[in-house]
Nanobody, 126 residues
Framework: QVQLAESGGGLVQAGDSLSLSCAAS????????MGWFRQAPGKEREFVAA??????????YYADFVKGRFTISRDNAKNTVYLQMNSLKPEDTAVYYC?????????????????WGQGTQVTVSS
């Protein structure tokens, strides 16, 4: 069983930056693929970014609408994954969820992930 806890959400203005964190329990965090998804009111939960693992270097994946603005990273010693969000836009307003999986699969697909956090609210005002 893996437990995930997001933090770092808040209210910011357009153009500002925000950093989200997701602390994970479990001894095998370093071998999990970690993802960030978001869900705006009335919309489906959508993929934002993911970071996998390998013995050499992790690969990162991004949704097109965040490329160049958001950066995902992980610190295996702290069992934590981060999402640095820059140049925020009002359309980035959503609840942001952290997810993890030990399985190989399509990192942008919700069904790939086995564990989810409770989410953290990000609100970007114009």
């Amino acid at each position: 069983q893996v437990q995930l806890a997001e933090s770092g959400g808040g209210l910011v203005q357009a153009g500002d930056s925000l950093s989200l964190s997701c602390a994970a329990s479990g001894r095998t965090f370093s071998t999990y693929t970690m993802g960030w998804f978001r869900q705006a009111p009335g919309k489906e939960r959508e993929f934002v970014a993911a970071i996998d693992w390998s013995w050499s270097a992790s690969n990162t994946y991004y949704a097109d609408f965040v490329k160049g603005r958001f950066t995902i990273s992980r610190d295996n010693a702290k069992n934590t994954v981060y999402l640095q969000m820059n140049s925020l836009k009002p359309e980035d307003t959503a609840v942001y969820y952290c997810a993890s999986t030990a399985r190989r699969g399509v990192v942008a697909a919700r069904g790939t992930y086995d564990y989810w956090g409770q989410g953290t609210q990000v609100t970007v005002s114009s």
